[in-house]
């Protein structure tokens, strides 16, 4: 089970951080993602980090301002979003995905957070 925090309302060029803690004790042996969605659209891939930490991928539109990054013991995903953008305004996912593969679509993830509120304002 995956619980996502953290999203709030903000202005652009402000900073927020993501968490998704997890329950289970297989945190560890999972490539974890972040994806978004605005209402009315499909969900985004917007970052993902292998299981030791320490290979990330970004989406093209965030690469430079956003940073994922995990503790396995605290079994927490963290995204930190930085210069934030009015575009950036969406529902935020965590998401886990029990295979070796730093992907980047929707389909390769299995598990699910239930989703937090980051909204910018120009």
């Known amino acids: 089970q995956l619980q996502a925090s953290g999203g709030g309302l903000v202005q652009a060029g402000d900073s927020l951080r993501l968490s998704c803690a997890a329950s289970g004790r297989t945190f560890s042996s999972h490539v974890l993602g972040w994806f978004r969605q605005v209402s009315g659209e499909g969900r985004v891939f917007v970052a993902a980090?292998?299981?030791?930490?320490?290979?990330?991928t970004y989406a093209d539109s965030v690469q430079g301002r956003f940073t994922i990054s995990r503790d396995n013991v605290k079994r927490t995903v963290y995204l930190q979003m930085n210069s934030l953008k009015p575009e950036d305004t969406a529902v935020y996912y965590c998401a886990a995905n029990p295979s070796y593969t730093l992907g980047s679509a929707a389909s390769m993830y299995r598990y699910w957070g239930q989703g937090t509120q980051v909204t910018v304002s120009s």
């Open positions: 980090v292998n299981r030791g930490g320490g290979s990330t």
